[in-house]
């Protein structure tokens, strides 16, 4: 089985409802690591139900499509897939609880040839029910590497944001737990691979990874942070490129360029040297 572009193209993704409660918008939070200090006032908006925000960050898990790559006709060897790109458009702040509308389709599908694989580039756009209002758009590239030479186009593809050659204008080090992965698949991804040492250990890894919209989650922390002052509705945009996979526990340290309203960013694990997002941009109201 083969992609087949047209029949990609016009994948009907079967749009999905989710009804999200507090206790979802606080696990959330959990699982990227707020609320590590538990006296941290602006930390405690997002864990603790009085006055309860919702995270940006938390609408890439809302209302989500769940596997179609393996689910649905699509001809993609899904065993094979990796996370390219994440992208958030926010509109709207979104509320601590609601219900949701997730309506999801393949906005573009490149080829790359013969054995160097293919692009998918997806959207969802996640609506309130009860107004009709756009919350969010949120956008993936997954990097299909078994599925290239099918015949379809060979482009274009979107240049990866370039990060200022200066020394960054601002660092924040996280601290992840330990259990990160086990506290964020509760909220999204229930894969394995992020729980089992036995899977992780199959799939090449010492131990289980932390999912790639954890680590997302982490930087859009950091940005939210050190930029934002913990204000939600000033995040409008975060964008980024996954490079490396990482570990629960370690440090993650996000460093930001500043240019009028434009974060650029990229976040590493600081115990490894080794960067896990980068060509990251945040747009800042």
Request: hydrophobic letters at 35%.
């Amino acid at each position: 089985m083969a992609i087949v572009y047209e029949k990609l193209m016009n994948l009907d993704i079967p749009t999905v409802e989710q009804t999200y409660t507090q206790k979802d918008t606080m696990l959330y939070a959990l699982g990227v690591g707020l609320g590590q200090d538990p006296v941290d006032g602006a930390q405690l908006e997002f864990v603790y139900e009085k006055n309860l925000r919702a995270l940006p960050t938390q609408a890439v898990v809302l209302a989500h499509p769940g596997l179609w790559t393996r689910d649905l006709d699509t001809g993609i060897d899904y065993v094979k897939l990796v996370h390219g790109e994440q992208g958030l458009t926010l509109h709207k702040s979104l509320p601590p609880t609601g219900t949701v509308l997730g309506i999801s389709r393949i906005t573009g599908v490149v080829d790359k040839g013969e054995g160097r694989g293919a692009l998918v580039y997806s959207e969802r756009k996640i609506v309130d029910k009860a107004s009709g209002d756009l919350l969010a758009t949120v956008t993936q590239t997954t990097f299909c590497r078994g599925d290239g030479g099918f015949g379809g186009p060979t482009g274009p593809t979107p240049k990866p944001h370039e990060l200022p050659e200066r020394e960054p204008d601002l660092v924040c080090d996280l601290q992840t737990l330990p259990q990160a992965a086990l506290i964020y698949r509760l909220s999204a991804d229930m894969n394995p691979l992020h729980a089992d040492p036995e899977i992780a250990a199959k799939a090449g890894f010492p131990r289980p990874i932390l999912h790639g919209l954890g680590t997302y989650g982490v930087s859009g922390h950091a940005i939210l942070k050190t930029v934002c002052g913990y204000d939600p509705n000033r995040l409008k945009s975060l964008d980024c490129r996954f490079t490396a996979p990482v570990y629960p526990g370690e440090t993650f340290r996000t460093e930001i360029w500043m240019d009028g309203n434009i974060a650029s960013f990229r976040t590493r694990a600081v115990e490894r040297d080794v960067i896990a997002i980068s060509n990251g941009r945040a747009e800042i109201g």
